[in-house]
């Protein structure tokens, strides 16, 4: 069964800080891989979203990585805001027996300090 | 402005009733998906749909039901035999299946 894992489950940071959030997962069989955050509350904003063929995505200053080989995405947060407080989550898309699977990670709680 | 939109924002359901919340998108998404939150337990899928007419149990089914006749409409039953409906409930939708994602602002059920 297919496990999804984000390291640490919450950080508290000042602000300036790079960051990096890490996401695990044990099947390597993925279509793709999307980093999004949540505000206390509220829906669900997606920030990048990595193809299977894809290796990393940049977005202004987020970058997140994809190794397969070793099960694990990182995400990249350079010069934290006290914005970028929120809920940090990966999912995943996975094809075990040819049908989808979607698996969200644990989550890591990000606090930026002012 | 394109996006999915869920209401009601808050519901309340009382013992032994069923309750629906929309789901709605103008993205011209094929996929459409529901999932459950709750504290401390992170998001699970409850059902999706790849297309019209079609749709998957996810990993939580029991005690909920959906119908999908139009493409742009996934909505959610919470049926009687959910015993522990209080929840945050999320809808979301893609392209296909396996593309990117995007979320509705949630609907948040309470048992009164």
């Known amino acids: 069964k297919q496990e999804v894992t984000q390291i640490p489950a919450a950080l508290s940071v000042p602000e300036g800080e790079n960051l990096v959030l890490n996401c695990s997962f044990t099947?390597?069989?993925?279509?793709?891989l999307q980093w999004f955050r949540q505000d206390p509350g509220k829906g669900l904003t997606s920030l990048l979203l990595?193809?299977?063929?894809?290796r990393e995505q940049t977005s202004g200053r987020l970058n997140a990585s994809l190794d397969k080989s070793s099960g694990r995405s990182t995400l990249y947060i350079a010069a934290s805001q006290p914005g970028d407080s929120a809920t940090y989550l990966c999912?995943?898309?996975?094809?075990?027996?040819?049908?989808?699977?979607?698996?969200f990670g644990t989550g890591t709680r990000l606090k930026v300090l002012a | 402005d394109g996006g999915i939109t869920q209401s009601p924002k808050y519901l309340f359901r009382k013992e032994g009733q069923n309750v629906t919340m929309s789901c709605e998108q103008n993205?011209?998404?094929?996929?459409m998906y529901w999932y459950r939150q709750d504290p401390g337990q992170g998001l699970r899928l409850i059902y999706y749909?790849?297309?019209?007419?079609?749709?998957q149990k996810g990993d939580i089914a029991e005690g909920y039901s959906v119908s999908r006749e139009k493409k742009e409409s996934f909505p959610l039953t919470v049926t009687s035999a959910q015993k522990n409906p209080t929840a945050f409930y999320l809808c979301?939708?893609?392209?296909?299946?396996?593309?990117?994602?995007?979320f509705g602002q949630g609907t948040r059920l309470t048992v009164v």
């Open positions: 979301a939708s893609s392209i296909f299946g396996d593309t990117e994602a995007f």
């Open positions: 099947d390597s069989a993925i279509y793709n």
């Open positions: 990595i193809q299977s063929s894809q």
């Open positions: 999912h995943l898309v996975v094809s075990p027996s040819g049908t989808y699977k979607y698996i």
């Open positions: 993205l011209n998404h094929d996929a």
């Open positions: 749909s790849q297309i019209v007419n079609d749709f």
